[in-house]
């Protein structure tokens, strides 16, 4: 318990620091906006200056009108250093503060509104298939039924191109299993990755078919064409020499020789 109260107390000093500093970062956001404005006083008065130079308007904003604003502007501010009371203006009308607040209320949603607005154009833009860049070509290896509009049906074996890198990573689509593809060149889907080919898988493929054919004998055909001869040296020669056993006929052995060489029964 004790932990949890000192971590907790630890949250809300760090939270108070932060809202410190995010005031002082406001703070700093008024002085830039003040300034502006100066800059755009000060741009203002020199694009009057010469339009009176060219003699396209006929008020000179260094005329004695300009001048005496000017003058009354030091002596109040050198009345109010010296002490001297502060007389109020009458007239003042808080509308210029509302503005200045509205403005800043309003302007962030308005950035995000353009922001939002270019964003899907980009997008409607990445799912136009003719916008793409060397589109990468796959096969499908099985079969997709597309479930929502946004999805696109594939057949197993049927060709395709899925969108580039830079078109999938502005549709936030990079690692997550989808892909953006396209299989007649107008229409576009997201597919699941899994369900084509990889670009490695097509180029094996593509190099197996290049490769030769090596001949292979027929299964049916048990011929001595059909397969390889084996080399000279391993062939075995059938034509005996019965030349030199020829010199004598050839005859059924004598009784006495038979029966001295075999024996009697």
Known sequence: MLDSTFFALTSSFRAILGVATNFVRLR???????????????????????LYWLRLSNLDPSSAAFKKAFAEALNEN??????????????????PVLAFISFIFTAPYLIMKLLGTVTNTAQEEARN????????????????????????????????????????????????????????????????????????????????QTKPAQPQPELMNLSAGAFASPPLEQQM???????????????????TSAVLGEGFA
């Open 237 to 255: 020669n059938y034509d005996f020499n019965l030349a030199a056993q020829q010199q004598a006929p050839l005859g059924p052995p004598s009784t």
């Open 28 to 50: 700093s956001v008024f002085a830039q906006f003040w300034t502006t404005f100066a800059i755009f006083r000060g741009l203002n008065w020199m694009y009057r200056k010469i």
């Open 78 to 95: 050198n009345g109010q250093a010296r002490g001297a009371p502060n007389v109020p203006r009458k007239g003042n009308s808080p509308w």
């Open 129 to 208: 298939p003719a916008k793409w860049t060397a589109p990468i070509q796959t096969q499908a290896v099985y079969e997709f039924v597309a479930r929502s509009p946004s999805e696109l049906s594939l057949r197993a074996g049927q060709m395709l191109h899925v969108a580039p890198r830079d078109i999938q990573q502005t549709l936030n689509l990079l690692n997550t299993g989808w892909a953006l593809a396209t299989t007649n060149g107008q229409t576009s889907g997201i597919i699941p990755i899994s369900y084509v080919k990889s670009p490695q898988q097509m180029r094996q493929e593509m190099q197996d």
